[in-house]
């Protein structure tokens, strides 16, 4: 027993000198230079859907609860308290209710309180005026039935039925808690968080400057003084500024095959990392607009896709997938196998055309009645989307469809999207979180602004809502599964690919960590130090 506790004494001792080591290792001070590819629309998380939004703002804001930064693989065993310090759920799985941390401040120096969740989800569900333009994540919690203060620092949220998915909906990073007391309008140009680092600068095409927050409530946190977030249209310009030691990190997701590979030659130094999945190239159909509203148009379409071409002209930055990520780097996602009952997966590209220009025929097109179109896509999309778009084309001129190619500027290109005023696109989709709830409800509900190409079947809504009140993880993947083939069956939008996204930072960045299956939950930077 001596010798045991001998033992143990020597394993705490060392435990805690490896601890005390770590924390003099860490260094404090410093700028993170980082590059962002365009200018965000907005600083408003809860109005905007894209990554451009919430990589350098998710640092100003706290979740409830988050996924644990220094854990790749974002998924239910990863989350970790934030602002509530526990939580339970009642016995029948419809009741969560959370305590909430005390002490913790608003950057105006308000304090926060329960009353600041409510608010929160009140607006998300629409049952407070928010002043938002968009509200994206609305779909994400219509089983919330009630958000309840239950005393200044405890909550507790009350579902229609239960759902598996919402603790994770509340760990992403798309859902922070917004303060009470600031209107919608302000939250896009100063927001006001209780994160670790606080907005003082923004000019648009320019730069995003943050600054520590010294009443942060995490102690020790965050380690920089500042985070500077450079807009940087050019991909080439990108590139070439982090190989000369301008930037100290590249925009996530941001760096491409051919571009990797210059870096890892020019920079020897940078620790590049290249993750699945980074989202999904997809053609965006309108099915409100006519012929695109007839399902053998649309058919034809996705018949006539050689995906395989789209995989080999990303240079290896994707693979065959559907909706949900494949494995091993998704745990939803379609088998091979599976995959071949998607019209057009098939292997023999031939006979799927020819069964294309077939239903071309019957809806009214030939060779000497091509069917006229645009592609639409983003201009900061960089290479991928617009070679997409280049084989988009080419392949659908094989069953009478002619379409010309028109890069679009982000803001215009959203509101294209979310307006429906556009007939196609090439799209390239990023994964907020590799959970079916989040895909499903955001992307194919009937009244969803993140449904951007306006499908709407109640028989697939039906179906989403049975996998999601499904506890039961076997049965709910088979359910999930058989959905996800459902609706690329129905040909809701055709998925091209999952893609592989790669981004690379320098070595003295430490205390960082790349989120392995999204982009959207890994970027709260309070551990981050410069070893230089």
């Known amino acids: ?63 409830l609860v988050m996924f644990d930064q220094h854990v790749k693989i974002a998924s239910p065993e990863s989350i970790v308290p934030d602002l509530a310090t526990e939580w339970s759920w009642s016995p029948d799985h419809l009741a969560l209710t959370m305590k909430l941390r005390q002490g913790v401040k608003w950057h105006d120096g308000k304090p926060f309180t329960s009353a600041d969740v409510k608010c929160t989800w009140d607006m998300i569900t629409g049952k407070r005026k928010s002043g938002w333009r968009r509200n994206p994540r609305k779909e994400w919690y219509s089983n919330l039935k009630e958000t309840t203060v239950l005393g200044p620092y405890e909550v507790r949220f009350t579902l229609g039925r239960p759902q598996p998915s919402f603790l994770s909906f509340l760990a992403v990073g798309a859902s922070p808690v917004y303060p009470c007391h600031v209107d919608g309008p302000a939250m896009r140009q100063h927001p006001i968080g209780t994160g670790p680092f606080k907005m003082v600068e923004w000019k648009p095409g320019d730069i995003v400057r943050l600054v520590k927050n010294p009443d942060y409530w995490k102690p020790g946190r965050p380690y920089l003084d500042a985070i500077e977030w450079r807009i940087v249209p050019s991909q080439a310009t990108r590139a070439l500024s982090f190989v000369a030691g301008d930037f100290d990190i590249t925009f996530v997701g941001d760096v491409t095959a ?25 053609i965006l159909i309108n099915h409100h607009l006519p012929p695109f509203d007839n399902i053998k148009v649309r058919r034809a379409i996705s018949l006539a896709l050689d995906r395989r071409e789209f995989v080999e002209a ?14 091993p780097h998704g745990h939803w996602g379609l088998s091979p196998k599976q995959l071949e009952a998607v019209p057009g997966m098939g292997k023999d590209v031939e006979r799927n055309r020819a069964e294309a220009r077939k239903l071309m025929k019957e809806a009214g097109y030939g060779p000497n009645k091509p069917l006229k179109t645009t592609y639409i896509l983003r201009i900061d999309s960089g290479t991928r989307a617009l070679t997409g778009s280049s084989i988009l084309a080419d392949q659908l001129r094989k069953i009478y469809i002619e379409g010309d190619i028109q890069p679009m500027e982000y803001s215009m290109y959203v509101g294209a999207m979310m307006k429906g005023a556009y007939s196609m696109g090439f799209h390239g989709h990023g994964i907020a979180l590799d959970d079916p709830d989040a895909m499903f409800y955001e ?90």
């Not at 051919?258 to 997809?282: F, H, M, W």
């Not at 990303?314 to 494995?327: F, K, N, Q, V, Y």
């Open 258 to 282: 051919s571009t990797l590979k210059d870096i890892r030659a020019q920079a020897p130094k940078a620790v590049c990392e290249t993750n699945y999945p980074g989202g999904t190239g997809q």
């Open 443 to 532: 992307g194919y509900t009937c009244g969803s602004i993140r449904n951007l190409t306006k499908y709407c079947n109640k028989e697939v809504e039906a179906k989403i809502d049975e996998q999601s009140a499904t506890v039961d993880p076997v049965k709910r993947k088979q359910l999930v599964q058989a959905l996800d083939l459902f609706v690329q069956q129905d040909i809701a939008r055709p998925i091209m690919y999952q893609e592989a996204t790669s981004s690379c930072r320098y070595p003295y960045v430490k205390g960082f960590m790349w989120g392995g299956n999204s982009n959207h939950t890994h970027n709260r930077m309070e551990d981050l130090w410069l070893d230089r």
């Open 314 to 327: 990303t240079h290896g930055e994707g693979r065959l997938g559907g909706i949900m990520s494949p494995p």
């Open 1 to 63: 027993m001596k010798r045991i506790h001998a033992i143990a004494k020597l394993f705490l001792l060392t435990a805690i000198a490896s601890i005390a080591t770590t924390a003099v290792a860490q260094k404090y001070g410093g700028t993170l230079r980082g590059q962002l590819r365009a200018n965000p629309i907005t600083a408003s998380i809860h109005e905007e859907s894209s990554i451009l939004t919430n990589q350098p703002f998710m640092a100003v804001f706290n979740n």
